[in-house]
């Protein structure tokens, strides 16, 4: 598969003010990926939200800036650059953050986007970057290292393999790498995990719940979710605190496309103490949109998930309270949870779901995983520089 290449004529790099320079913004992505048969366009719609400072409550807390590279007229390259002050509060590293870098095969691109993103944090009083992040931990970190053979699940990158080598051209190094593990769920866990959960499950102070939805519950176990996701998480690198905003979009999400089984509550002495929840893997679902919803995708996305179901998912949010870490009872709560959603999932008939994102140096976590017979299977790094 042949990469992209710029045109002919002198690049230029412009800030993103005018409509059509957003447009341009949304559409690199469709002139990078050419002939990439895993990328998955995203809904424009959607990214065009996602990037609205007036409905992505991130914005509440940072300030971004965005870029698009221009070479014979014709759009390339894209970069944002942004910093979030909740960050800053917890790590005071005078540390900023690039994304959303995606251009064609072309070394002055990536230079310059770079280069342009930089000076702008500097310019903020930065003076280091991470990335890339769009926009933060919580959303789509990491590039694309490992895994190129197969499309991304929702949420999560994709890239052309040439992307890293010519970020550490420019002078980045890797920090920390992210794994993304894929589980078969037609496949039960190994006899010795399967008796570990049922000495468990057979003990009278754990028990393992779904998700009370109904609308007199519902809030409070949002609220649960994100106090043990709070604690479990709390040390991990990067990690910074969801704000009540952030929380109540989060909710919104879980109301509309989770059903109850699709969390797991594990209770241990009549208090929660670790969760695991599972997304549609929407990307299955819009995969052959183009990203656009009209004239017929509406009709399409509504069906794909609410009536035939996906045949995939994500767990992207999985914790066990801080208090367990360091014993068999945590390690046995988290397998518990993970085994009742993938249950549910088997009897529905789902082939397969990904266990993502999950930080290379968390052995802990990783050791649990690998009991569960998921296998990594991508890889996604995150880069920083120095520059002042």
């Not at 045109?7 to 002939?35: M, S």
């Not at 509060?89 to 540390?95: P, S």
């Not at 770079?114 to 992040?133: F, I, K, Q």
Request: hydrophobic residues 45%; aromatic residues 10%; glycine residues 8%.
């Amino acid at each position: 598969m042949r990469a992209p290449e710029s045109p002919p004529g002198a690049l230029r790099i412009a800030t993103v003010e005018t409509p059509r320079q957003w447009r341009d913004f949304h559409h690199v992505p469709y002139r990078v990926y050419a002939g990439d048969s895993n990328w998955v366009p995203p809904l424009l719609l959607e990214r065009r939200l996602h990037y609205s400072p007036k409905h992505n409550p991130f914005f509440q807390h940072a300030k971004a800036a965005f870029w698009v590279a221009y070479r014979g007229g014709e759009p390339v390259g894209r970069i944002s650059a942004q910093i979030d002050a909740l960050h800053l509060e917890r790590y005071g590293d005078a540390t900023g953050h690039f994304g959303s870098l995606e251009a064609v095969d072309d070394a002055e691109v990536f230079a310059q986007l770079l280069r342009t993103a930089e000076s702008w944090l500097d310019g903020n009083g930065m003076r280091r970057t991470l990335g890339p992040v769009t926009f933060s931990m919580w959303d789509q970190p990491g590039l694309l290292v490992e895994g190129f053979d197969t499309p991304p699940c929702v949420m999560m990158n994709h890239a052309r393999p040439y992307f890293a080598r010519h970020i550490e051209v420019a002078g980045y190094k890797p920090i920390q790498d992210l794994l993304a593990y894929r589980f078969i769920v037609g496949e039960p866990f190994p006899p010795a995990v399967r008796r570990m959960i049922a000495r468990t499950r057979g003990r009278e102070d754990v028990t393992v719940r779904p998700l009370r939805k109904t609308r007199q519950h519902f809030d409070e176990e949002v609220a649960i979710i994100l106090d043990i996701m709070n604690d479990a998480w709390s040390d991990n690198w990067g990690f910074v605190p969801l704000t009540a905003a952030e929380i109540a979009d989060l909710a919104g999400v879980l109301r509309l496309l989770l059903a109850p089984q699709d969390v797991a509550i594990a209770e241990h002495e009549g208090r929660p103490a670790a969760f695991c929840l599972i997304f549609p893997n929407l990307n299955e679902a819009i995969r052959d949109l183009g990203g656009r919803l009209a004239p017929f995708g509406w009709a399409k996305l509504f069906w794909r998930l609410m009536v035939k179901g996906t045949r995939t998912g994500r767990m992207p949010l999985m914790g066990v309270r801080k208090a367990y870490h360091a014993s068999p009872l945590g390690a046995a709560l988290a397998l518990s949870v993970i085994e009742e959603i993938r249950a549910f999932h088997h009897r529905k008939g789902s082939e397969w779901g990904e266990l993502s994102w999950i930080l290379d140096q968390n052995e802990r976590v990783k050791h649990i995983i690998d009991l569960a017979g998921a296998k990594a299977y991508k890889r996604y790094r995150i880069y920083e520089r120095t520059f002042a």
